[in-house]
């Protein structure tokens, strides 16, 4: 059993950055590859990053790549995303999530977090 917990989200302007972070309980951390997905309202949970169990291999939605960057501490349980150069249609919940193998739909993931809210104004 896994449990996420995201923090980190909020209200910036275009162009600025933010950090995500996603608290797993449990001591099976290390097992798990780490994604994160998010939501725009009226449109279905979409793929955002992944990152595999040591960290050495990351894998990136096209809509984010060179822009965002997924990081993991296997010591402190956590999963990171920084995002950067934010864009209005980066605006969207933000979920945390775990499974045993990289997933880049949302059907079936083994493990959410309860979301975090991410707003760009523009």
């Known amino acids: 059993q896994v449990q996420l917990v995201e923090s980190g989200g909020g209200v910036v302007q275009a162009g600025d950055s933010l950090r995500l972070s996603c608290a797993a309980s449990?001591?099976?951390?290390?097992?798990?590859?780490m994604h994160w997905f998010r939501q725009a309202p009226g449109k279905e949970r979409e793929f955002v990053a992944a990152?595999?169990?040591?960290?050495?291999?990351?894998y990136y939605a096209d809509s984010v790549r060179g822009r965002f960057t997924i990081s993991r501490d296997n010591d402190k349980n956590t999963v990171y995303l920084q995002m950067n150069s934010l864009k209005p249609e980066d605006t969207a919940v933000y979920y945390c999530?775990?499974?045993?193998?990289?997933?880049?739909?949302?059907?079936?993931?083994?493990?959410w977090g309860q979301g975090t809210q991410v707003t760009v104004s523009s």
């Open positions: 999530a775990a499974d045993r193998q990289t997933v880049i739909t949302a059907k079936g993931v083994d493990y």
């Open positions: 990152v595999n169990w040591s960290g050495s291999s990351t």
């Open positions: 449990g001591r099976t951390f290390s097992r798990y590859i």
